[in-house]
């Protein structure tokens, strides 16, 4: 009779320590080769801004994020073959740095508040609804703080949850893989390279010449509009963006999310954009959203530039999609909830000593850490926001319960769910009737502790597989947390300085969602504008259904639409949503001619288009700023 997993096993401690014993005889090579060393912190920098370069764009542009965990184990390994430190006969670059450098930059391209949360907040206070925007110096501390947490909770679940439990985490197990791989065939790992580097370069130029070139020669244009006269009841095409957007980003995204996703943003985007937008115009609704909004929008009305005017009531049917879909798996997940409490509990069990106890960091360091942590919480919502001191308390404890879950899920399907996490924050604040700013810091403290909780798991998971020291892995997230709030910082502040948060060009459908969802949770039905109330409920409706076909596997998944895809769709621009389907279709082509090919190049080739892309992008931005242009020009 096996031990149920929701209940604590009494023989769990004496299974830890001959496990970790195991563990030390057998895999631990942290006393044998370099780790920690002035030349990976150097690399990590490198791959941590690399990283936030492309998250912050991406995010920003369509809501999804790349930890980049695989990426960076491949371009770490490049740049030092370049440098030529991987066959240094003194000191070759080992796996384990390799594990370091990769963790470095995983933890930096967590740092997901810099996508929702902070441009939600910016959006706000334009509207008038909260006191001010943050300052840069608010952004850093913010996603340091609230990272910083993420990582102090994830340290005492690792015994239980890596050692003892033994669960999968897909991501932290294949970075393994793919750093024993590159090792012992490097040849490999450089033609992986150099697969990326051709499809980076092209997407680099191809949005340099669209977005950041002030040369002779004509802009390559944003946008194409093959449709115009061709789709019944739609206008002029560019009105309702009905076009093929000219991003290798997208393309390439489409191509590495695959056809399912690719196809339920199509649903999603014809729903919004050819059936809905041209009713709301026809019966005046936009025309009322736009005089609700000030002057700005009814400009915006005046020249045919619907979007930021269209996603102020399409918003409502996505929360309503994406946030039930969200809630409603976690519902479907209840037994995940239940062990992962159980493992908390029996976690306490082995206390913070045991055969490996002088390679972590002590209970001592880690409460220190907890304690600073909790206290610039404390100082970011306090004094800088004025939030109740009350609800500083209270919410970095409900993070830590909400952690608790991701972790869980994330070891078990690979699937962070950082959003629900965050929107279950929001509404519990908003049902106290705290106000916008509160329901939205409190979310957002959430879903970045446990977006960082996660990602620490995954990497403790590839430190634990390759036998890395665990204090050591530690101290690279913490490196990576730290360069990580300094850069996403400086990268988000040059965005929206060069283009409008909510725009086509920006349109930061993850704030919009936690922007909307802060306001109904504030002014109740007040904030919806004419007809989105019966939306908001259909959209419910919709992804309830779909989340409990998809998750008590009722249907087979191919001939079911990703709720969380549908819901995106409707917030930003469809010629964004046509470029991801036809990479998408693209994928399916190229996996039914040769599937492995495929499995193995996909990744390469939407990583590829998303670096290009966005190190072009910020650069693009620098240069609008720099010859004058930016947001509102």
Same mark, same amino acid.
């Given at each position: 009779?096996? +031990?149920?997993?929701?209940?604590?096993?009494?023989?769990?401690? &004496?299974?830890?320590?001959?496990? !970790?014993?195991?563990?030390?005889?057998?895999?631990?090579?942290? &006393?044998?080769?370099?780790?920690?060393?002035?030349?990976?912190?150097?690399?990590?920098?490198?791959?941590?801004?690399?990283?936030?370069?492309?998250?912050?764009?991406?995010?920003?542009?369509?809501?999804?994020? !790349?930890?980049?965990?695989?990426?960076?184990?491949?371009?770490?390994?490049?740049?030092?073959?370049?440098?030529?430190?991987?066959?240094?006969? &003194?000191? @070759?670059?080992?796996?384990?740095?390799? $594990?370091?450098?990769?963790?470095?930059?995983?933890?930096?391209?967590?740092?997901? $508040?810099?996508?929702?949360?902070?441009?939600?907040?910016?959006?706000?206070?334009?509207?008038?609804?909260?006191?001010?925007?943050?300052?840069?110096?608010?952004?850093? #501390?913010?996603?340091?703080?609230?990272?910083?947490?993420?990582?102090?909770?994830?340290? @005492?679940?690792?015994?239980?949850?890596?050692?003892?439990?033994?669960?999968?985490?897909?991501?932290?197990?294949?970075?393994?893989?793919?750093?024993?791989?590159?090792?012992?065939?490097?040849?490999?790992?450089?033609?992986?390279?150099?697969?990326?580097?051709?499809?980076?370069?092209?997407?680099?130029?191809?949005?340099?010449?669209?977005?950041?070139?002030?040369?002779?020669?004509?802009?390559?244009?944003?946008? %194409?509009?093959?449709?115009?006269?061709?789709? @019944?009841?739609?206008?002029?095409?560019?009105?309702?963006?009905?076009?093929?957007?000219?991003?290798?980003?997208?393309?390439?995204?489409?191509?590495?999310?695959?056809p399912r996703v690719g196809t339920s943003l199509l649903i999603g985007g014809?729903?919004?954009?050819?059936?809905?937008?041209p009713r709301l115009m026809a019966n005046g609704v936009l025309e009322t959203?736009?005089?609700?909004?000030? +002057?700005?929008?009814?400009?915006?009305?005046?020249?045919?530039?619907?979007?930021?005017?269209?996603?102020?009531?399409?918003?409502?049917?996505?929360?309503?999609?994406?946030?039930?879909?969200?809630?409603?798996?976690?519902?479907?997940?209840?037994?995940?909830?239940?062990?992962?409490?159980?493992?908390?509990?029996?976690?306490?069990?082995?206390?913070?000593?045991?055969?490996?106890?002088?390679?972590?960091?002590?209970?001592?360091?880690?409460?220190?850490?907890?304690?600073?942590?909790?206290?610039?919480?404390?100082?970011?919502?306090?004094?800088?926001?004025?939030?109740?001191?009350?609800?500083?308390?209270?919410?970095?404890?409900?993070?830590?319960?909400?952690?608790?879950?991701?972790v869980r899920a994330t070891g078990e399907t690979d699937i962070n769910p950082?959003?629900?996490?965050?929107?279950?924050?929001?509404?519990?604040?908003?049902?106290?009737?705290?106000?916008?700013?509160?329901?939205?810091?409190?979310?957002?403290?959430?879903?970045?502790?446990?977006?960082?909780?996660?990602?620490?798991?995954?990497?403790?998971?590839?430190? %634990?597989?390759?036998?890395?020291?665990?204090?050591?892995?530690?101290?690279?997230?913490?490196?990576?947390?730290?360069?990580?709030?300094?850069?996403?910082?400086?990268?988000?502040?040059?965005?929206?300085?060069?283009?409008?948060?909510?725009?086509?060009?920006?349109?930061?459908?993850?704030?919009?969602?936690?922007?909307?969802?802060?306001?109904?949770? !504030?002014?109740?039905?007040?904030?919806?504008?004419?007809?989105?109330?019966?939306?908001?409920?259909?959209?419910?409706?919709?992804?309830?259904?779909?989340?409990?076909?998809?998750?008590?596997?009722?249907?087979?998944?191919?001939?079911? @639409?990703?709720?969380?895809?549908?819901?995106?769709?409707?917030?930003?621009?469809?010629?964004?949503?046509?470029?991801?389907?036809?990479?998408?279709?693209?994928? #399916?082509?190229?996996?039914?001619?040769?599937?492995?090919?495929?499995?193995?190049?996909?990744?390469?080739?939407?990583?590829?288009?998303?670096?290009?892309?966005?190190?072009?992008?910020?650069?693009?931005?620098?240069?609008?700023?720099?010859?004058?242009?930016?947001?509102?020009?």
């Amino acid at each position: 009779m096996t +031990e149920s997993p929701d209940r604590p096993n009494p023989g769990q401690v &004496d299974q830890l320590e001959q496990e !970790e014993r195991n563990w030390l005889e057998g895999v631990y090579r942290g &006393d044998r080769l370099p780790e920690l060393s002035l030349r990976v912190v150097l690399v990590g920098l490198v791959l941590s801004v690399l990283t936030i370069v492309f998250n912050v764009y991406m995010g920003l542009k369509t809501g999804w994020g !790349e930890g980049g965990a695989i990426i960076s184990v491949i371009l770490g390994f490049t740049i030092m073959k370049l440098f030529g430190q991987v066959d240094r006969k &003194d000191r @070759p670059f080992s796996e384990l740095e390799n $594990n370091i450098s990769q963790t470095m930059a995983s933890a930096s391209g967590s740092l997901g $508040n810099i996508v929702n949360v902070i441009p939600a907040m910016f959006l706000l206070a334009s509207a008038g609804i909260i006191a001010r925007a943050p300052t840069t110096l608010d952004i850093i #501390l913010w996603c340091f703080f609230t990272s910083l947490l993420g990582v102090v909770f994830a340290i @005492p679940l690792r015994k239980q949850i890596v050692v003892v439990e033994k669960l999968v985490f897909p991501t932290g197990t294949a970075a393994a893989k793919t750093i024993q791989a590159v090792h012992a065939h490097g040849e490999e790992a450089l033609s992986k390279a150099k697969t990326l580097f051709r499809v980076a370069v092209p997407s680099f130029l191809i949005t340099w010449f669209r977005d950041g070139w002030i040369g002779p020669l004509p802009h390559l244009p944003a946008s %194409w509009y093959p449709f115009t006269g061709m789709i @019944p009841g739609v206008g002029a095409a560019q009105t309702y963006m009905a076009g093929l957007s000219i991003s290798p980003f997208m393309l390439t995204g489409g191509f590495l999310f695959g056809p399912r996703v690719g196809t339920s943003l199509l649903i999603g985007g014809v729903i919004a954009w050819l059936v809905a937008a041209p009713r709301l115009m026809a019966n005046g609704v936009l025309e009322t959203i736009a005089n609700d909004f000030g +002057e700005r929008y009814i400009n915006f009305l005046e020249t045919g530039y619907i979007f930021p005017i269209l996603v102020k009531w399409t918003m409502w049917p996505a929360i309503g999609v994406m946030v039930s879909a969200g809630i409603t798996m976690t519902a479907i997940r209840w037994p995940v909830i239940k062990r992962a409490f159980a493992s908390m509990i029996a976690g306490t069990k082995t206390g913070g000593k045991g055969a490996i106890s002088h390679l972590e960091l002590s209970f001592k360091w880690l409460g220190l850490v907890f304690l600073f942590a909790m206290a610039g919480i404390l100082y970011m919502l306090t004094v800088r926001f004025g939030v109740p001191w009350w609800i500083g308390i209270l919410t970095p404890i409900m993070a830590f319960a909400l952690s608790l879950i991701a972790v869980r899920a994330t070891g078990e399907t690979d699937i962070n769910p950082v959003g629900t996490m965050g929107s279950i924050t929001q509404i519990a604040f908003g049902l106290a009737q705290q106000g916008a700013t509160t329901n939205l810091m409190a979310g957002g403290i959430s879903a970045s502790v446990a977006s960082e909780s996660a990602d620490m798991m995954q990497d403790l998971k590839t430190g %634990w597989l390759l036998g890395s020291t665990p204090r050591k892995l530690v101290i690279g997230q913490l490196l990576g947390v730290t360069a990580g709030a300094v850069f996403a910082a400086v990268v988000f502040n040059i965005m929206i300085a060069a283009h409008d948060i909510g725009s086509a060009t920006l349109p930061a459908p993850a704030a919009i969602t936690w922007e909307g969802l802060a306001r109904m949770m !504030e002014k109740g039905a007040g904030a919806l504008p004419p007809g989105a109330g019966p939306a908001l409920l259909i959209g419910i409706l919709v992804g309830t259904v779909l989340t409990y076909l998809d998750g008590k596997k009722l249907v087979p998944k191919k001939y079911l @639409p990703s709720a969380i895809s549908v819901g995106l769709a409707m917030i930003v621009p469809f010629d964004f949503v046509v470029a991801m389907f036809l990479g998408g279709i693209a994928m #399916l082509i190229t996996t039914r001619r040769n599937p492995a090919w495929a499995a193995e190049h996909a990744a390469l080739i939407g990583s590829g288009g998303i670096v290009g892309e966005g190190l072009a992008g910020v650069l693009a931005a620098i240069t609008i700023l720099a010859t004058g242009g930016g947001a509102g020009h």
